[in-house]
C-alpha cells in the first residue's frame, strides 16, 4: 500500500534557505497566515517549569470568559488544535466525513489515516445547495478557512449542525482564523452534542510554537477527549502563557483593529500589482493565480516566502511585520512581476 | 551635398511607396529573419540566459552578414539603380502605412463599441494582457505602440539612413527586432539578451530624441516639453521615455500607469496629462505621427534646397 504524502505546511525557512542558498535570516517569511506582531510571552516563575501542571490553575475558566461559551459546554486545554484533529477521528466508527477543499489539510489527512471515507467539498459545493450534507456523518468547516479565505454564514453553519445532528453527525469547526472577527465563532453554542469548535493561539496570538489551543465540545465527547489526551497534554509553561494571553483583552482589542486596517492594506498593495485576492482574514490573502508556482518561485530567489497551492493554482500571503518588510514586499513583486514578461 | 540632395529624393520615394503600396501583404523580410533568430537563439542561448557573450556572437552572426551584403549591393549597383534599392530598403523598413492600419484596426472596432474586436487586434501588437483591458486600457496600448512604433521604425529609419544609407536602415532594423525579441528582463534573455538592448538604446537615441522633439512641436507644446523632462527619466527604457511622455503631452492625455501582464499589473509611471484615451486618440497618434513625416520631410527639402545656396 502507498502511504499517503503528509500535507506540507508553510513556515519552513530551514528548508528554503538550502534550497534557494539565501542564508535564513534574509528571509521575509509570508507563508504561514502567523501573526508577525504576537503577544508579548512574559518571563515564566521558576515554580511553573519545575511543578506538575494542575488542572485547577484556573484555565478552564479563563477560556470560558475567552470564548464566552454557554454552561454546558466543556473547555479542553489542547496542546494545540493539532492534538485534536487527530484525536476526533479515533472517537467514532468510520463513515463519511466531508472536508473543504482547498482547505486546511491537516483535517483530511486524519480522518482518511483512521480509515474514514473522506468527501472533499468545492467552494462550487459550498456555493450550491448543500445536497451533498445527506450523505455525511461529520463535516468539518474551517472557519474562515485556510487557505482560500471563505467563511460561511453562522445561521447556515447552525441549520448544517441541526441537520448532522439529529442524525447523531457532528460539525467540527477549526476556528483558527476566526479570533478577532466579530460575530464569527460559535461559541455561544457550543455545549450542543455533536458540536465541535477548535481554537487556537498560533494564529491571532501569535504564538505558534507555543501548541496551544482549546476545543469546547458537549460533555460527551469531552470526557472522551480528555481520556485519549490524557494528563498533563499541555505543558505547565504553556498554561501559563495561555492563560495570560487569553485574558489579555485589551491587547486583543487593539490588535483586532490593527490586523484589520493591515489585511485591508495586503489586499489593496496585491490588488495594485494585479494579483487582487478571492478571499482572506486578519492574517493572510488568497489569490488565484494562473501563474502561481512562477511567481512563488520568482519571489522565493528574491527571498521572499509564500504559501503555494497547485490545484487550483493560488497563492498565500501573510502580513508582513514592519514597514521595511511592507516596502521589500512592494519592491520585490514590481522587480517581479517585471521579470516574468516574456512576450 | 549632391549626396544630400539624392538622399532626400530616396527619403520622399519611399515615403510615396508607403502610400501607395503600403506594407507587402504577402511577404516582409522581417519574418524570414525572426525564424532564424529564433534558431540561432535556440542553439547559442545555452545553459538558458547565463552568457552575454554568446548574445554577442548572435547579434554578429545575425546582423553583420545582411549589412554586409546591403554595403554590397549598393556599393556595385549603379546610379538610379543605387537609389531604387534604396528606396526600396527604406520604403521597407518605416512601414508607415501598415502601422496607421493596425492602429485603426484597434480604433474602429473600439469606436463602434466592439472592445471584444478591439481586444483582440490590440493583442497584435502589444504584448500584454489584452483580455485584462478595458476601453481605456486598450486605447491607451495602442495609442502607446503608435507612438513608440513612430519612432522606432518610422523616424529612426529615416535618421538611419540620412546618416548611413541603405545599411544603417537594415542595421538599426535588425537591431531593434533583435530588442524586440530578446529584450526582456527574464532570466532568459537577461544576459543573453543585454547586447542587442544595449545596441538598440545607442542607436535610437538620437532619433527619439528627435521624434520627440517633432511630437512636441506638432501638439501641446508646453505640456509635451512639461512631461518630457518630468516624467521621461522615470520610464525604464532611455528612449521610449522621452517619445512617449511628449507624445502623451503634445496629444494631451494621460499614458502609461500600471499594465496587465500574464503575471501581474507591471508598475509604470503616469505619462501625459488630461482625460484617459479613447479611439479618437489613437487616431491622433496615427496623424502626429503622419505629420511629424511630413515635417520632417519638408525640413530635409528645405536644407537641400538652400544646401546650394548658403555658404556651406
Redesign the interface.
Given at each position: 500500500m502507498v502511504k499517503p504524502q503528509l500535507p506540507a505546511h508553510g513556515g519552513n525557512l530551514i528548508q528554503a534557505a538550502r534550497r534557494w542558498g539565501i542564508p535564513r535570516e534574509r528571509w521575509l517569511d509570508l507563508s504561514t497566515g502567523i501573526n508577525p506582531n504576537g503577544w508579548p510571552v512574559p518571563a515564566i516563575p521558576p515554580e511553573i517549569w519545575q511543578r506538575l501542571p494542575e488542572a485547577d490553575d484556573g484555565l478552564d475558566e479563563a477560556v470560558r470568559i475567552w470564548t464566552g461559551v454557554p454552561d454546558a459546554a466543556e473547555c479542553i486545554p489542547l496542546p494545540g488544535s493539532q492534538a485534536v484533529i487527530q484525536a476526533l477521528p479515533g472517537l467514532r466508527t468510520p463513515g463519511r466525513v466531508g472536508v473543504p477543499h482547498p482547505g486546511y489539510q491537516e483535517h483530511r489527512h486524519a480522518w482518511a489515516e483512521a480509515g474514514h471515507q473522506v468527501r472533499p467539498l468545492s467552494r462550487e459545493d459550498m456555493d450550491q445547495r448543500e445536497t451533498w450534507l445527506d450523505e455525511l456523518d461529520v463535516l468539518v468547516w474551517i472557519q474562515p478557512n485556510n487557505p482560500t479565505g471563505q467563511w460561511v454564514d453562522r445561521d447556515r453553519l447552525l441549520a448544517w449542525y441541526q441537520r448532522l445532528a439529529a442524525r447523531g453527525g457532528w460539525l467540527v469547526v477549526d476556528e483558527a482564523f476566526a479570533e478577532g472577527l466579530a460575530n464569527v465563532s460559535l461559541a455561544p453554542w457550543a455545549g450542543r452534542p455533536g458540536l465541535v469548535i477548535l481554537k487556537s493561539l498560533g494564529k491571532f496570538y501569535g504564538l505558534a510554537g507555543l501548541r496551544a489551543g482549546a476545543a469546547l465540545v458537549d460533555p460527551a465527547i469531552g470526557t472522551t477527549l480528555r481520556r485519549v489526551l490524557g494528563p498533563w497534554a499541555l505543558s505547565g509553561p504553556a498554561r501559563y502563557v495561555m492563560a495570560r494571553a487569553i485574558a489579555d483583552q485589551g491587547w486583543r482589542a487593539r490588535m483586532a483593529e490593527r490586523l484589520q486596517a493591515e489585511s485591508e492594506r495586503l489586499h489593496t498593495l496585491l490588488a495594485?500589482?494585479?494579483?487582487r485576492p478571492t478571499g482572506g482574514t486578519l492574517l493572510f490573502q488568497y489569490v488565484r493565480?494562473?501563474?502561481a508556482g512562477?511567481?512563488a518561485e520568482a519571489l522565493a530567489q528574491e527571498g521572499i516566502l509564500v504559501r503555494r497551492f497547485d490545484r487550483p493554482p493560488a497563492l498565500r500571503f501573510g502580513l508582513p511585520g514592519n514597514e521595511s518588510d511592507w516596502r521589500r514586499l512592494s519592491d520585490t513583486?514590481?522587480k517581479?512581476?517585471?521579470?516574468?514578461?516574456?512576450? | 551635398m549632391e549626396w544630400f540632395v539624392s538622399s532626400v529624393g530616396v527619403c520622399l520615394a519611399a515615403v510615396m511607396l508607403d502610400r501607395w503600396w503600403g506594407e507587402p501583404s504577402r511577404w516582409h523580410p522581417l519574418v524570414g529573419f525572426g525564424a532564424v533568430v529564433e534558431r540561432l537563439e535556440h542553439r547559442l542561448n545555452r545553459p538558458q540566459g547565463t552568457s552575454v557573450w554568446r548574445g554577442a556572437l548572435a547579434v554578429t552572426l545575425l546582423v553583420g552578414p545582411l549589412v554586409s551584403v546591403v554595403l554590397v549591393i549598393a556599393w556595385l549597383l549603379p546610379q538610379p539603380l543605387d537609389w531604387l534599392f534604396s528606396a526600396l530598403v527604406l520604403w521597407l523598413a518605416i512601414s508607415l502605412r501598415g502601422l496607421a492600419e493596425h492602429g485603426m484596426a484597434v480604433a474602429r472596432p473600439l469606436a463602434a463599441g466592439n472592445l471584444a474586436e478591439a481586444r483582440e487586434r490590440v493583442g497584435w501588437i502589444v504584448s500584454r494582457q489584452a483580455s485584462a483591458l478595458d476601453e481605456a486600457g486598450v486605447a491607451a496600448a495602442a495609442t502607446e505602440s503608435m507612438l513608440e512604433n513612430g519612432a522606432d521604425a518610422v523616424f529612426a529609419s529615416l535618421f538611419w539612413f540620412l546618416l548611413a544609407g541603405p545599411a544603417g536602415v537594415v542595421a538599426h532594423r535588425l537591431i531593434n527586432t533583435l530588442d524586440a525579441m530578446w529584450g526582456y528582463r527574464n532570466e532568459r534573455y537577461l544576459r543573453f539578451g543585454r547586447v542587442a538592448a544595449r545596441l538598440d538604446d545607442a542607436m535610437n537615441w538620437g532619433p527619439a530624441r528627435l521624434t520627440a522633439l517633432t511630437y512636441a512641436l506638432l501638439g501641446h507644446r508646453q505640456l509635451a516639453w512639461r512631461c518630457w523632462r518630468s516624467q521621461a527619466p522615470a520610464w525604464d527604457s532611455p528612449n521610449a521615455g522621452p517619445v512617449m511622455a511628449a507624445g502623451a503631452g503634445a496629444l494631451g492625455v494621460s499614458l502609461g500607469g500600471p499594465a496587465p501582464y500574464a503575471a501581474g499589473l507591471k508598475q509604470r509611471p503616469q505619462l501625459g496629462e488630461g482625460p484617459a484615451p479613447d479611439a479618437v486618440t489613437i487616431q491622433q497618434a496615427i496623424g502626429l505621427v503622419r505629420r511629424g513625416v511630413w515635417l520632417w520631410l519638408l525640413v530635409l527639402l528645405v536644407l537641400a534646397v538652400t544646401g546650394g545656396v548658403l555658404p556651406w
Open positions: 495594485r500589482f494585479g494579483l493565480h494562473q501563474q512562477q511567481l513583486l514590481a517581479v512581476i517585471d521579470r516574468l514578461i516574456t512576450n | -
